[in-house]
């Protein structure tokens, strides 16, 4: 007999789930034991993992009626186009075309727009219930005997949105385009309710208008009259509340008018209107792709200026925004083309944000230009101080690999290093009692000036 889920006493099938629970735990040992452990080894670990949940729930489903097996000779027109499977909560998408709900919204979660089917760019992401489909395939299944488990109708509610609440949101889109007091007005309630209520933050991924239609005044007043500034902080808000639903990171950063307007607004307008651009720059970049395409706009120079500028408020939020950006290596050089440096050196020695700005200055230290650089404005003595200063082995980590990759790559700053180490020990110290990371760090340094010595001596 034909199988739908996977069965116990299936041997290829449980085969497979250790294999893939040998190579998980491989991979978390790895990532729990290794402080280098590349970005790699937690993707592999994340598909692993995927993967032994897709074998689960296909589990799960194998527990239905053993009569639900029947389906593989239901009609073809019962049939999701997607997962070749008998629907159970069948959907029309804006082309007229039918799908499992499921599937189709997998689909469209990826960041599709366009049919599977007939590749037709979709005018909206609406799913409709297709209730005659649903008729028939009930029907079937009861005329046979097969258990199939009530549909979910109301699709067209998300997470508990009522058709009241999907017309309100739209009459607030529609008043964007009017005049400023309308567009203050449903500018100030878009943002509240996208703070309190995930289903609305939903609803903007459903149709391709309702950002750039978000959007719109920032766009329109800055061409004719300037831009209002309360005006401004409540649309940047409101598209930081979208990017907070993870299913909306894609699409609104790939909105052309997203990453220009919140580029504009790290330049201008209130420190919370700033602070709260960050912030959405920051969310996106949980993505790689978003990390680039955010990275190639240049938005990496004005979250350094604003972390220059140093406003407490906005601080975490740029710190972190940078250290999410400079994840991909080729972010790392526009940091550092953009002054990262200097600025990041600067706010180390005030002891301001020192936690987020070690672990960034860490990463700008695979970039020859950057060690060029720390050794000009003064690293050196500045983090030697911070390990004998801080108590967080952190800290004194991302210390002694910035110090281990100016050892290796500029010899004028040996002198510096083996006199700290002479008077206070303090390399030694991390070599014996650091993290793992540190302590491959602060003996791959002491092994360096140690041959220096030994070469001076014999010469």
Not at 37 to 44: A, K, N, P, R
């Amino acid at each position: 007999m034909a199988k739908t889920g996977v069965n116990d006493s299936d041997p290829t099938v449980m085969a497979k789930v250790t294999e893939l629970k040998k190579e998980l735990q491989r991979l978390v040992k790895a990532i729990v034991d290794d402080e280098d452990c590349s970005i790699e080894t937690f993707d592999q670990a994340k598909e692993k993992l995927s993967a032994l949940k897709e074998l689960k729930r296909r589990k799960n489903q194998s527990s239905l009626s053993l009569k639900l097996l029947q389906t593989l000779t239901c009609p073809e027109e019962f049939r999701c186009p997607l997962s070749k499977e008998l629907m159970r909560d069948p959907v029309m998408v804006a082309t007229g075309q039918t799908y499992d709900r499921p599937f189709i919204q997998k689909w469209l979660i990826a960041g599709n727009r366009t049919c599977p089917l007939t590749q037709q760019v979709l005018s909206h992401t609406i799913l409709t219930p297709n209730l005659l489909i649903q008729g028939m395939i009930s029907q079937w299944c009861r005329s046979r005997g097969i258990e199939l488990s009530d549909p979910v109708y109301n699709i067209n509610d998300v997470e508990g949105v009522t058709d009241a609440d999907r017309d309100h949101f739209l009459s607030l889109l529609e008043k964007m385009s009017l005049a400023l007091p309308e567009q203050k007005q449903a500018a100030k309630e878009l943002r509240l309710l996208t703070k309190r209520m995930p289903s609305f933050r939903a609803l903007f991924g459903e149709s391709l208008d309702a950002i750039p239609q978000l959007l719109n005044p920032l766009s329109e007043n800055k061409s004719r009259t300037g831009i209002h500034q309360d005006l401004q902080e409540d649309v940047i808000t409101t598209v930081l509340n979208l990017s907070i639903h993870d299913n909306n990171k894609k699409l609104v950063a790939e909105t052309p008018m997203v990453i220009p307007l919140l580029t504009e607004a790290l330049r201008s307008g209130t420190i919370e209107t700033r602070t709260n651009a960050a912030a959405t720059l920051f969310t996106l970049s949980a993505l790689d792709s978003n990390k680039a395409l955010i990275g190639k706009s240049g938005a990496l120079k004005p979250l350094i200026d604003l972390l220059e500028e140093g406003h407490q408020l906005a601080m975490k939020d740029v710190a972190s925004a940078i250290f999410n950006l400079c994840m991909i290596h080729e972010n790392r050089s526009r940091a550092v083309r953009d002054g990262a440096v200097g600025v990041i050196l600067k706010k180390i020695m005030d002891r301001t944000h020192v936690d987020e700005l070690l672990a960034i200055l860490a990463m700008l230290s695979s970039h020859p230009k950057a060690i060029e650089e720390m050794g000009e404005v003064g690293a050196v003595p500045c983090l030697l101080t911070v390990i004998r200063e801080t108590t967080c082995g952190r800290n004194k980590e991302n210390c002694i690999a910035i110090l281990h990759a100016i050892c290796l790559n500029d010899r004028t700053k040996w002198k510096e290093m083996r006199d700290e180490e002479s008077t206070y020990g303090i390399i030694s110290e991390l070599a014996m009692n650091g993290t793992s990371r540190a302590k491959r760090k602060a003996s791959g340094i002491l092994e360096r000036l140690n041959r220096n010595i030994n070469i001076m001596n014999t010469s």
